[in-house]
């Protein structure tokens, strides 16, 4: 359904401004850890949810001996662990160490840290607009994504 307003481009050009400038700083960020993208999107997968490795692989969208290998370097930089599920001795759970929580919040800080400069940016009147119309925007979006067989 085409837009008749200026709505729609307009959010996309700010979705397209927020991946560039929030992408740029895990890429630097990931590159100073010695971390590839993949290792940050496990690290974020177990500490958003802890999984197993077919979970975590099927998350990433690599097989299962691609996801072990890569969670092996994970391993050996001391940032998961892999522990024997208590149900089923075969199945490895995945969760982060004390470091590779302190990691995951740095790099979380570090990719959101931009919007506290562009908030310090805005007046209060500007804050509270944009407040509201975000408020509006989380609600609707919620509402789709409890409706996900409706087409968009």
């Known amino acids: 359904m085409p837009h008749s307003d200026a709505l729609a481009p307009t959010l996309q050009e700010w979705i397209g401004d927020f991946m560039h400038i929030s992408m740029r700083s895990l890429i630097l960020y990931s590159k100073e850890k010695g971390l590839t993208m ?8 177990i500490y958003h949810d802890k999984s197993n490795v ?5 998350g990433l969208g690599i097989t299962k001996a691609a996801a072990s290998q890569m969670l092996e370097h994970l391993v050996k930089q001391k940032l998961i662990l892999r522990l024997e599920d208590p149900q089923d001795r075969r199945i490895k759970q995945l969760s982060l160490t004390d470091m590779g929580y302190r990691t995951m919040e740095e790099c979380i800080r570090v990719r959101q840290g931009w919007l506290d400069d562009l908030v310090s940016s805005l007046s209060a009147d500007q804050k509270q607009q944009i407040a509201a119309a975000v408020k509006i925007l989380i609600e609707k979006t919620s509402q789709l994504d409890q409706h996900p067989e409706l087409e968009r």
């Open 38 to 45: 993949s290792q940050i999107g496990a690290l974020f997968q």
């Open 54 to 58: 077919t979970d975590l692989g099927e």
